[in-house]
């Protein structure tokens, strides 16, 4: 039976409609743009890695400030900001091409100005901050004078992984708010210059939360300690251990309004996991061409251990994993392009625990196959995977994203075949 026309005209448009769109090429533009990237990575950062750890021990930033000044200066510092704020205004798809390979060094985002939590504070900041607050806090942040952290888990019983146990808790006062609680583990918060604060200012279980920026340095704002971790501190990647005593905040302090906290922590975290999963597949992606150049040289019973099937595999693994990272994060990114933010929360719960697993996997494979040289410090994998392991913990752990994942696909809210 021949088609009508309007069958042909409709496989026409289908047709236009699949090569417009089904596109994983990069505008020439943002192609380029990312080379710059790759090779001020390459060049820049990658060489000065060690130099930038060492000074951190002393928390000194000499050669931290000097690349930045140099990323300033080549138009690259704060992409993802608007060009009002000294960055180029790229959208969360741009970040992703950026992003990745900014992360193939774990100093690399902090070069950029663009690591956790800043990068993620500062979008909260442009999205939900009185122009008070973005004044004082905002501009000095996206300059790289500052650093800032993000205050929600608790002790036992408080807020974790459920945030509705948040016990901290806001009271309302003439011209404004007085904060109480005790927050147990803060990225930055001994260091930080300002805290985003969650705090409880009703019961209600789905308004009973609000952010507050609050300055470091007021008073009743305690730092307990910095809590001893798996990992060495490194750059803001230091966690606080803070308690608030009576801390006063303006009316403006207030984020977005009051009884938004979660809410804006959703906004917030959606595209955090994003960014997070960017950086981590780059960094993933450089592991892997540092195995490559290993087993393609290195001898074992009497061929290179890359005509080692069991070799091969774990190579295998990993490269496909990197691959099914991307393609979820390119995705659930093109999904908050178009406005989607509530429909791309499970797909960024997807994206977030295949590449946290897929990264931990790949530096324990690449320790393995390098035996006593992966496991030793000549190489940096056991570090890395000392760093990568907080990757399963950060913005909501691996069982908590199992959960969002097969509840939206049982009430029949996710399509695996997009």
Same mark, same amino acid.
Not at 178 to 200: C, E, N, P, Q, S
């Given at each position: 039976?021949?088609?009508?026309?309007?069958?042909?005209?409709?496989?026409?448009?289908?047709?236009?409609?699949?090569?417009?769109?089904?596109?994983?090429?990069?505008?020439?533009?943002?192609?380029?743009?990312?080379?710059?990237?790759?090779?001020?990575?390459?060049?820049?950062?990658?060489?000065?890695?060690?130099?930038?750890?060492?000074?951190?021990?002393?928390?000194?930033?000499?050669?931290?400030?000097?690349?930045?000044?140099?990323?300033?200066?080549?138009?690259? %510092?704060?992409?993802?900001?608007?060009?009002?704020?000294?960055?180029?205004?790229?959208?969360?798809?741009?970040?992703?091409?950026?992003?990745?390979?900014?992360?193939?060094? +774990?100093?690399?985002?902090?070069?950029?100005?663009?690591?956790? =939590?800043?990068?993620?504070?500062?979008?909260?900041?442009?999205?939900?901050?009185? =122009?008070?607050?973005?004044?004082?806090?905002?501009?000095?942040?996206?300059?790289?004078?500052?650093?800032?952290? %993000?205050?929600?888990?608790?002790?036992? =019983?408080?807020?974790?992984?459920?945030?509705?146990?948040?016990?901290?808790?806001?009271?309302?006062?003439?011209?404004?708010?007085?904060?109480?609680?005790?927050?147990?583990?803060?990225? $930055?918060?001994?260091?930080?210059?300002?805290?985003? @604060?969650?705090?409880?200012?009703?019961?209600?279980?789905?308004?009973?939360?609000?952010?507050?920026?609050?300055?470091?340095?007021?008073?009743?704002?305690?730092?307990?300690?910095?809590?001893?971790?798996?990992? +060495?501190?490194?750059?803001?990647?230091?966690?606080?251990?803070?308690?608030?005593?009576?801390?006063?905040?303006?009316?403006?302090?207030?984020?977005? $309004? @009051?009884?938004?906290?979660?809410?804006?922590?959703?906004?917030?975290?959606?595209?955090?996991?994003?960014?997070?999963?960017?950086?981590?597949?780059?960094?993933?992606?450089?592991?892997?061409?540092?195995?490559?150049?290993?087993?393609?040289?290195?001898?074992?019973?009497?061929?290179?251990?890359?005509?080692?099937?069991?070799?091969?595999?774990?190579?295998?693994?990993?490269?496909? $994993?990197?691959?099914?990272?991307?393609?979820?994060?390119?995705?659930?990114?093109?999904?908050?392009?178009?406005?989607?933010?509530?429909?791309?929360?499970?797909?960024?719960?997807?994206?977030?625990?295949?590449?946290?697993?897929?990264?931990?996997?790949?530096?324990?494979?690449?320790?393995?196959?390098?035996?006593?040289?992966?496991?030793?410090?000549?190489?940096? %994998?056991?570090?890395?995977?000392?760093?990568?392991?907080?990757?399963?913990?950060?913005?909501?752990?691996?069982? @908590?994203?199992?959960? @969002?994942?097969?509840?939206? %696909?049982?009430? $029949?809210?996710?399509?695996?075949?997009?």
């Amino acid at each position: 039976m021949r088609a009508s026309t309007a069958e042909r005209a409709g496989c026409d448009e289908c047709l236009r409609y699949a090569r417009a769109v089904i596109s994983f090429e990069l505008p020439p533009p943002l192609a380029e743009l990312r080379a710059r990237v790759r090779a001020f990575v390459d060049d820049a950062v990658i060489p000065a890695e060690r130099a930038i750890l060492e000074e951190d021990r002393d928390k000194k930033r000499d050669t931290l400030n000097a690349l930045r000044a140099r990323a300033r200066a080549a138009g690259l %510092f704060v992409p993802h900001l608007p060009e009002a704020h000294g960055g180029l205004g790229l959208g969360v798809m741009g970040m992703c091409a950026l992003f990745r390979e900014m992360g193939r060094s +774990p100093v690399g985002a902090a070069c950029f100005n663009c690591d956790a =939590p800043d990068q993620g504070n500062m979008d909260l900041l442009l999205k939900a901050a009185s =122009p008070a607050v973005r004044e004082r806090w905002l501009a000095p942040l996206a300059r790289g004078e500052i650093t800032s952290g %993000f205050s929600m888990t608790e002790p036992a =019983p408080g807020a974790g992984a459920d945030p509705s146990n948040l016990k901290t808790r806001a009271t309302k006062v003439d011209g404004g708010w007085v904060i109480d609680g005790h927050k147990w583990y803060t990225t $930055g918060g001994g260091d930080a210059a300002f805290l985003i @604060v969650m705090a409880r200012t009703s019961d209600d279980p789905r308004t009973g939360a609000t952010m507050f920026v609050v300055d470091r340095g007021a008073e009743g704002v305690e730092h307990v300690r910095d809590v001893p971790v798996m990992s +060495p501190p490194i750059l803001q990647h230091r966690e606080a251990e803070l308690r608030f005593h009576a801390v006063r905040v303006g009316a403006d302090a207030v984020l977005g $309004g @009051v009884g938004e906290g979660f809410q804006l922590a959703q906004a917030r975290l959606v595209p955090a996991r994003l960014t997070h999963c960017m950086r981590w597949l780059g960094w993933a992606d450089r592991a892997l061409h540092m195995c490559r150049e290993y087993v393609l040289t290195r001898e074992s019973f009497g061929k290179t251990l890359a005509h080692h099937q069991m070799i091969q595999k774990k190579i295998a693994d990993a490269v496909v $994993g990197i691959h099914a990272g991307n393609l979820m994060t390119i995705h659930c990114a093109s999904m908050l392009e178009r406005g989607l933010a509530k429909e791309a929360r499970p797909y960024s719960s997807m994206a977030k625990n295949h590449v946290a697993r897929l990264l931990c996997q790949l530096l324990d494979d690449a320790i393995q196959m390098h035996g006593s040289l992966g496991y030793s410090e000549d190489l940096p %994998f056991s570090l890395w995977y000392r760093f990568a392991r907080s990757a399963r913990i950060a913005d909501g752990p691996d069982e @908590v994203h199992d959960v @969002v994942v097969a509840r939206d %696909f049982l009430r $029949g809210a996710l399509t695996t075949l997009v």
